[in-house]
């Protein structure tokens, strides 16, 4: 399996440019089986205007279509950021695009305590079926917890992922905190 990992930096708010620097690395990495964005890369990490930003899937809004016509243009599966909304509020998530026009919703399941006043938390299984693996994706604070790890290899995870929003000090935590669990588990992190 081939995995891309996308770093930008997105424009607060900016759904439309954002998208566009999505486009060119999802055209870049199109003989990957799968590309992942970081967190919230179609907005940017903006907790005050999560709320505006949001985006209710079940309208099927344009970004929607966007990403479902890329996936299947380039055959690649795509892991884009995003708030979305839900009945109980906003919500951080990873939305994955299949080439064969269907998708899946992963959303953040433990926040860190300065996301709790704008977030609330998903619910559901860690793991998402890709090119026929099992891809558990954790959402930066998510990788600091072992809870979230413990529940994706109970799901069978055979690649762990990270998408992150963090500073230079933040990622170098990440990947100290990464390849501690690619070595004591055998699981491929990234």
């Known amino acids: 399996m081939q995995i891309a990992l996308a770093q930008l930096k997105p424009r607060a708010g900016q759904l439309a440019h954002n998208w566009q620097r999505h486009e060119r690395f999802i055209q870049t990495a199109a003989d990957a089986d799968l590309i992942v964005f970081p967190e919230l ?8 205007r999560a ?7 079940a309208s099927h809004p344009p970004i929607l ?10 055959r ?13 509020g906003t919500l951080i ?6 080439p064969e026009g269907n ?13 709790r006043p704008w977030f609330v938390r998903g619910s559901g ?6 090119a026929g693996r099992r891809i558990a994706i954790a959402i930066c ?41 690619a070595e004591t588990s055998g699981i491929p992190s990234l």
């Not at 690649?76 to 109980?88: K, Q, Y």
């Not at 299984?125 to 890709?130: D, E, I, R």
């Open 93 to 98: 998530s990873t939305l994955f695009v299949f």
């Open 76 to 88: 690649i599966v795509i892991a884009a950021g995003l708030p979305t909304r839900s009945p109980e």
């Open 103 to 115: 998708w899946q919703l992963y959303s953040k399941q433990h926040l860190h305590v300065d996301e």
């Open 41 to 48: 890369s179609l907005t940017g990490y903006e907790p005050t």
């Open 141 to 181: 604070y998510e990788l600091s917890q072992p809870a979230h790890f413990e529940a994706a290899q109970a799901e069978g995870a055979e690649f762990y992922l990270a998408s992150a929003a963090k500073t230079a000090s933040g990622i170098a935590a990440a990947h100290r905190r990464l390849a501690e669990i």
């Open 125 to 130: 299984p860690v793991t998402v079926g890709v």
């Open 65 to 74: 279509d966007d990403l479902l016509v890329a996936s299947a243009r380039e």
């Open 51 to 57: 709320g505006e930003l949001a985006v209710d899937l």
